[in-house]
């Protein structure tokens, strides 16, 4: 009788700890979310909608929080078709930018996690060692359209954060470590808005799917917008301009003194600049908050 009384508590113990086990795998993927604040996507609808809260008690759970915004199913986001209007209002801008193979819309408008301060961050993939040139043109042309976020006004304005070349869409190289889960979800959370060569950033980082077996990479986010196209007449002239060995010796230029920028307001303010990079082929520019996101994703599993 006792032996199969300790049986009976070995196999209730063997299926307490199966069951704790499903609920961690079925809740895991959502621990991304809740970390940074950011709505659960729905079956039903891309994305859940928000509404005000306490910010002193959302601070505790998320950065996001800091702005008094949490997310719920009730309410939709007050800010997300006011920028979807504009990000379509500029689309005829996009295929006039040289140098440029792609333009992604990423993180709070790819995630629905506008508030009311939020600019529109931008990852842009560009020709063969043109990252510099592309930026140099993009943010010139962006700065006559007063589009361009500055230190003094971000709201509703791009963000050139992240770039990269043709060869270098394989972001893989970039990861932290094995828990870095914050660039598995921001890749999958890409959203296209120019197309003009190549195939889209996702057939070049099948590896997330070791992340997120569930990813599919002939999928994207919708939000309504259908990418541009083609070239623009400008683009088309300062491409034939700067081709060849003149379009190389600008890069050149380019990148030698805005890298001596960069490395003085590195040093200036290190602690907003970790995980700043700058070489041939890739520009990143945001502040690295990754290993802080994947503590409190992985405390929340």
């Given at each position: 009788?006792?032996?199969?009384?300790?049986?009976?508590?070995?196999?209730?113990?063997?299926?307490?700890?199966?069951?704790?086990?499903?609920?961690?795998?079925?809740?895991?993927?959502?621990?991304?979310?809740?970390?940074?604040?950011?709505p659960i996507p729905l079956n039903s609808s891309v994305f859940a909608?928000?509404?005000?809260?306490?910010?002193?008690?959302?601070?505790?759970?998320?950065d996001f929080g800091s702005h008094g915004i949490d997310f719920s199913r009730e309410k939709e986001n007050s800010y997300h078709k006011e920028y979807l209007t504009f990000v379509k209002k500029w689309s005829w801008l996009y295929k006039q930018f040289p140098?440029?193979?792609?333009?992604?819309?990423?993180?709070?408008m790819s995630f629905n996690g506008l508030h009311a301060g939020s600019d529109i961050d931008l990852f842009v993939v560009t020709q063969e060692r043109r990252v510099w040139l592309a930026r140099f043109f993009m943010t010139l042309m962006m700065w006559v359209y007063s589009i361009k976020r500055s230190s003094k006004t971000t709201r509703k304005r791009f963000c050139l954060s992240f770039f990269v070349d043709r060869n270098n869409q394989n972001l893989e190289?970039?990861?932290?470590?094995?828990?870095?889960?914050?660039?598995?979800?921001?890749?999958?959370?890409?959203?296209?808005?120019?197309?003009?060569a190549g195939a889209l950033i996702y057939?070049?980082?099948?590896?997330?799917?070791?992340?997120?077996?569930?990813?599919?990479?002939?999928?994207?986010?919708?939000?309504?917008?259908?990418?541009?196209?083609?070239?623009?007449?400008?683009?088309?002239?300062?491409?034939?301009?700067?081709?060849?060995w003149i379009g190389d010796f600008f890069e050149y230029c380019i990148q030698k003194i805005w890298s001596l920028r960069i490395r003085y307001l590195i040093a200036k303010k290190p602690e907003l600049h970790r995980g700043v990079l700058y070489t041939e082929s890739i520009l990143k520019f945001h502040n690295d908050k990754r290993n802080h996101y994947s503590k409190l994703i992985?405390?929340?599993r």
């Open positions: 009788m006792i032996n199969k009384k300790i049986g009976n508590v070995k196999n209730g113990a063997q299926k307490l700890q199966s069951s704790v086990r499903a609920e961690r795998r079925t809740l895991s993927p959502f621990c991304f979310y809740e970390a940074l604040g950011y909608y928000q509404q005000k809260i306490n910010p002193a008690k959302s601070r505790e759970n998320s140098f440029v193979d792609g333009i992604y819309l990423a993180n709070s190289s970039l990861l932290l470590h094995k828990r870095d889960i914050y660039l598995p979800y921001w890749i999958a959370h890409l959203v296209p808005i120019y197309l003009h057939s070049q980082n099948l590896r997330i799917q070791i992340f997120l077996p569930n990813w599919s990479p002939q999928q994207h986010i919708s939000l309504g917008i259908h990418p541009s196209l083609g070239t623009g007449i400008f683009r088309k002239i300062i491409e034939i301009c700067f081709y060849g992985f405390s929340k």
